[in-house]
């Protein structure tokens, strides 16, 4: 099969991403198989390999694409309700974070759950003028900086880090099984919740 007609220097490449993400967002990540991005393409599947060396590849280069997408949800939201109060503004991160778990829950499990995964950067300070990476972990971790400092927390950033990304990972890891009408509600009283919670605790701890 030759390739379709069309596709200039690049583009074919990004044909693959973008219907390897529409897989994923239907269907689930293991879904994704070279032979029906191929067909879709209306290429032959050894094309694929003159863009990306085999499956890993592509799946990890999905994964930046949709790290993004998350990073971009997450970014909007917050944008669209950013308040003076970095407490507030962390709820709201939280809220959206969940969200896209039950908005594009197949990007939220690829993300999380299968095994393909970006390296993490914990060690930080506060010279947030620093951050380029459109990374969804790297923009959480700002915002946790921010509400740290506002709570009088000037170092030692990276407990409170995982402590709050695990929890709202968590969170919207299990917000399926949650049987109520209310779900959303419910869902921002647990963070809001848990953030006040947390703001009594490290108030009334030795920084």
């Given at each position: ?23 994923i ?12 991005i191929?067909k ?9 390999y003159?863009h ?11 994964l930046?694409?949709?790290?993004e997408i998350f990073?971009?949800?997450?970014a ?14 962390l709820?709201c991160m939280?809220l ?12 939220f499990?690829f993300?999380?759950y299968s095994g393909f ?5 914990l060690?930080?300070?506060?010279h ?9 972990f790297e923009?959480?971790k700002?915002e946790?900086i921010k509400y ?8 030692n950033?990276?407990?409170?880090i995982?402590n ?6 968590g ?10 009408t209310e779900?959303?509600?419910?869902l921002?009283?647990?963070?809001r919740?848990m ?5 009594l605790?490290?108030?009334h701890?030795?920084?």
């Amino acid at each position: 099969m030759s390739e379709k007609r069309g596709f200039h220097h690049g583009d074919l490449k990004n044909e693959i991403i973008k219907q390897g993400l529409k897989i994923i967002d239907k269907k689930g990540f293991k879904a994704v198989e070279l032979k029906d991005i191929a067909k879709v393409c209306g290429v032959s599947t050894p094309s694929i390999y003159r863009h990306f060396n085999n499956k890993v590849s592509l799946m990890e280069n999905l994964l930046l694409n949709v790290s993004e997408i998350f990073y971009d949800f997450l970014a909007t939201g917050l944008k669209a309700n950013l308040k003076k109060d970095p407490k507030e503004n962390l709820i709201c991160m939280g809220l959206r974070f969940v969200k896209f778990s039950q908005e594009y829950p197949h990007y939220f499990e690829f993300l999380f759950y299968s095994g393909f995964e970006r390296h993490i950067i914990l060690e930080t300070d506060t010279h947030l003028k620093h951050f380029h990476e459109k990374n969804s972990f790297e923009l959480f971790k700002q915002e946790v900086i921010k509400y740290l400092n506002g709570c009088g927390i000037k170092q030692n950033y990276t407990p409170h880090i995982v402590n709050l990304w695990s929890y709202i990972s968590g969170l919207a890891g299990i917000v399926d099984s949650l049987d109520t009408t209310e779900k959303d509600k419910i869902l921002a009283g647990y963070i809001r919740s848990m953030v006040q919670t947390y703001t009594l605790g490290i108030t009334h701890t030795d920084n």
